[in-house]
């Protein structure tokens, strides 16, 4: 989001992990999200914006599987290994080695001053999220 914030762009991944987590850990309404981006992006777009967001969300024509729910961990771990890319933009977390920054709560003296506990438990929100689902009319 700060990258958002300051060069008015992310990359594809990002916005995927964003949407994702928005709609499915949070369990915020999708199209909030959408309307941040909206004001936000340089290359915002209606018809790619709103669609990407549903496709993330599972209700678009073309969407995700509802069940497909984006780990942020892991996909921090998978593409930013060395954790180089959460080190430029959360500079709270600046000397914390490696991929050890997905994980700052497991850090064996906690999180670093400055950096807040995290807010949601994943495994969690992503149970929540998916009987969510399945207790919506087809
Ligand atoms: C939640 C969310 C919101 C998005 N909002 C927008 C938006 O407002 N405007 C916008 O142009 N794109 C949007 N995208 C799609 C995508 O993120 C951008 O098109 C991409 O980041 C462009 O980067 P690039 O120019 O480096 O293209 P590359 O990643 O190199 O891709 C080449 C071209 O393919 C197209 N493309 C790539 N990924 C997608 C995708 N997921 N969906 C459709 N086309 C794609 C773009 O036209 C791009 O120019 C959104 C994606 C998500 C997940």
Redesign the pocket.
Known sequence: MRQLRAQA????RV??V??SFLVKDLHIAWQR??AH??DR?V????P??QL??Q??AGTGRDAAPYFRVFNPVTQGRTFDPDGMYVRRWVPELRDVPGGAVHEPWKLPDGVPAGYPERVVDHAREREVALADHARRPT
């Open positions: 762009w992310m990359h594809n916005r995927m964003v949407a999200g959408a981006f909206m992006l290359d915002g777009d209606v790619q914006n990407n967001w496709w993330v």
